[in-house]
């Protein structure tokens, strides 16, 4: 007998009949004699539904009332899956994120799992009851709800797999598994069996939305070794663990991030301590800055550019127009721009990726604005218009049968 964590997405528990296919899945798990504890989301596009309906009301709803209206959604899943497990003759109990033990930080709409009391669980699982836990929730010192921010599921489910030592955890969702790009935009796209944490993080950080980044951080951090599968396909799905052992693979995903605005500064002084009091503003404003570009010093004066989360690119405009060391600057701010990505742990001891990478980009005409690599990863700035075709260029060239 064994433990496992199965985690549903939104579409995945979009309608009745998407509820019915989880829970005949849920049934068969518990049947071959294993103990079950289900995580569930929002059916479809219920988070952003509510997210509407708060921008109805107000501009500014205050953080705590966002994360009591966002729950919400959760909440509906799990009574719906345990009804729906009730029909199937499976004894079901549905349990909000603080029954379930989360306790998390106090940020709310991004906060942090500190800890999970798993008591309750361990006694339903006893029970020989099936868990179907509310993702993406949890309660904070202040014994407020709080939320872990979009696409939080997947965290809890990995949290959940770690703090009960399940000996599964899958991520069930909309495609099979992690493709080298997203299916759904390139049907090329090839199925990998199994992937590296590192990998998979840089590819969930940078743009592929199939596994939450913090989700994929925790999991290295535990060990928990995930599966990504389809709920509709019964199929084996995507590895995701420490060492791959079946494909060497230069590079392993082409990915896009939309999230993305470019700051230039023109004309700044070019003397020592310019870029450190120009970041450290920004950092002190809790704002991500990723790739960085100065040019050459010139008559005195060089030029920065950087980029941030679009969320952040009017701020940021602010904050730089409002530094005595930028008076009268001229600060711009693009928001046209996409960063498209290679992620692959095989290109550390193969130079020749990033010029391939480049080779693709300039056969299909785009130009390049930035650049940034890792051992891992090559990113470059580009404009947003050519985003897809991008992706496609540049899967074409490491993956021409695709
Ligand atoms: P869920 O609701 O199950 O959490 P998400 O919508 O968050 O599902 O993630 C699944 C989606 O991720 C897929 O429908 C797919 O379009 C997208 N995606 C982006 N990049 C990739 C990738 N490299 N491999 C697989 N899916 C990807
Ligand atoms: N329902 C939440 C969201 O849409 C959490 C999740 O789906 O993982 O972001
Ligand atoms: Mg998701």
Not at 58 to 87: C, F, N, Y
């Amino acid at each position: 007998m064994s433990l496992i964590v199965q985690k549903f997405g939104g579409s995945s528990v979009a309608n009745a009949d998407r509820v019915r296919n989880v829970a005949r899945i849920v049934a068969d798990t518990y049947r071959a004699g294993n103990d079950v504890v289900v995580v569930v989301s929002a059916q479809g596009d219920t988070t952003d539904d509510l997210i509407a309906k708060a921008a109805e009301i107000t501009a500014k709803a205050p953080r705590r009332e966002m994360d009591v209206l966002l729950s919400a959604g959760e909440q509906i899943s799990v009574a719906l899956l345990s009804m729906a497990l009730g029909e199937l003759g499976c004894p079901a109990v549905s349990l909000l994120g603080w029954q379930a033990g989360f306790q998390t930080s106090s940020s709310y709409g991004s906060a942090r799992i500190k800890n999970i009391s798993a008591e309750r669980l361990r006694v339903e699982l006893g029970r020989k009851n099936i868990c179907v836990v509310a993702g993406f929730q949890g309660i904070c010192k202040y014994d407020d709800v709080t939320t872990l921010g979009r696409g939080g599921s997947d965290t809890s489910a990995v949290a959940l797999a770690a703090a009960l030592r399940a000996d599964r955890c899958q991520i069930f969702t909309d495609v099979e598994g992690v493709y080298t790009a997203d299916p759904r935009k390139l049907p090329g796209a090839r199925k990998l069996q199994e992937i590296t944490y590192d990998e998979m993080l840089e590819l969930a950080t940078l743009g592929a939305q199939v596994l939450n980044n913090r989700s994929v951080e925790m999991a290295k951090k535990y060990h928990v070794e995930l599966e990504v599968l389809s709920s509709l396909a019964r199929k084996p799905g995507t590895i995701v663990k420490e060492v791959t052992t079946m494909e060497k693979m230069l590079v392993r995903g082409v990915t896009k991030d939309a999230d993305t605005a470019r700051i230039s500064v023109i004309g700044v002084p070019d003397v020592p301590g310019v870029a450190f009091k120009l970041f450290s503003r920004l950092a002190a404003k809790n704002i991500n800055v990723d790739i960085i570009l100065q040019s050459v010093g010139r008559d005195g004066t060089k030029d920065i550019s950087f980029t941030v989360g679009r969320s952040n690119a009017r701020e940021s405009v602010e904050i730089l127009q409002a530094m005595d060391i930028l008076d009268g600057l001229q600060v711009v701010a693009d928001t046209a721009v996409a960063k498209i990505s290679v992620v692959g742990a095989g290109m550390e001891t193969h130079p020749g990726t990033a010029s391939q990478m480049f080779e693709a980009l300039f056969s299909a005409d785009i130009n390049i604005q930035m650049i940034s690599t890792s051992e891992i990863k090559i990113s470059v700035l580009i404009d947003e218009t050519s985003a897809d075709r991008a992706v496609a260029a540049v899967h074409r060239a490491f993956f021409p049968e695709g």
